[in-house]
């Protein structure tokens, strides 16, 4: 089986596979401090729950945009689950080309998200991921990593709402009933989530008319991709496991 290890900004995202099937998944905090130890432990532990043993694993992937919890990570993993893991990173075979002005400035998450987008779906495509940031980034027909967007998260907007003002509550992140709000909460949600749509909308398609690209597929994930998904007809497609997909996708490229 196939340990894939997506490490963002907000949650540590874990898949096991057997064989292209995605059998389980499973997260952790990636803001909470641990040892190796407790993050290998904790692993072990999540396998086992969802019917699995570090036995079972016989091979691993990692991506992360989070370096400074890397050692420690990587060293629970060696130490506890699969001693040999492969990291997403320089060197590695992905099938994208990245043609943008700097590519080592390309996170190894939006190269995963693109792999799984094109493999999946084909190109030219235009890949949306709804994290801690929303990212919009570029692939050609011919595989080629063109231009990426990077804009606030819905909840590093919420976020500043809540820290940066004296009256606003902290809120559940969701559609209100209609847009016409009349009390803060849902008048904060409303500008939140239909903000979030609008300017989804809006970038897709500006990137169309400037690429040149009207028939081009669009696909998103990420946690609250969901959300924006299901209220416009702008995105075509939302594939809440794209990730762990182009993780998987990138480790059957590269192993020996």
């Keep these: 089986?196939?340990?894939?290890?997506?490490?963002?900004?907000t949650n540590i995202t874990y898949g096991v596979y057997?064989?292209?099937?995605?059998?389980?998944?499973f997260r952790m905090m990636s803001k909470t401090p641990r040892t190796s130890d407790e993050y290998g432990i904790a692993i072990r532990e999540l396998l086992f729950i969802n019917g699995m043993k570090e036995e079972d694993i016989?091979?691993?992937?990692v991506s992360s945009v989070v370096p400074n919890i890397m050692?420690?990570?990587m060293s629970g993993i060696v130490k506890y689950v699969y001693d040999k893991p492969m990291i997403v990173g320089a060197g590695i075979k992905t099938g994208i080309k990245i043609v943008t002005e700097n590519?080592?400035?390309?996170?190894?998450?939006?190269?995963?998200?693109?792999?799984?987008?094109?493999?999946?779906?084909?190109?030219p495509v235009l890949v949306l991921d709804f994290g801690t940031a929303t990212t919009y980034d570029l692939v050609t027909a011919n595989g080629e990593f063109a231009a990426g967007i990077t804009?606030?998260?819905?909840?590093?907007?919420?976020?500043a709402l809540w820290e940066d003002t004296a009256k606003l509550p902290e809120?559940?992140?969701?559609k209100p009933k209609s847009i016409l709000a009349q009390e803060t909460i849902s008048s904060m949600q409303a500008g939140l989530v239909y903000g979030q749509i609008g300017q989804t909308?809006?970038?897709?398609?500006?990137?169309?008319?400037e690429a040149g690209l009207d028939e081009m597929k669009v696909v998103a994930t990420g946690g609250l991709g969901r959300i924006v998904a299901d209220e416009t007809d702008a995105i075509d497609v939302y594939d809440s496991t794209l990730t762990l997909d182009g993780l998987r996708l990138i480790y059957n490229k590269n192993k020996r």
């Design 58 to 61: 016989d091979g691993c992937i």
């Design 1 to 9: 089986m196939l340990l894939v290890v997506d490490v963002g900004n």
């Design 71 to 73: 050692h420690s990570l």
């Design 171 to 174: 809120i559940e992140i969701k």
């Design 103 to 123: 590519p080592k400035e390309i996170g190894p998450d939006r190269i995963v998200d693109a792999v799984g987008a094109y493999e999946k779906y084909g190109g």
């Design 151 to 159: 804009a606030p998260g819905i909840r590093i907007s919420a976020k």
């Design 201 to 209: 909308e809006y970038i897709i398609s500006q990137v169309k008319k």
């Design 18 to 25: 057997d064989g292209e099937e995605l059998i389980s998944t």
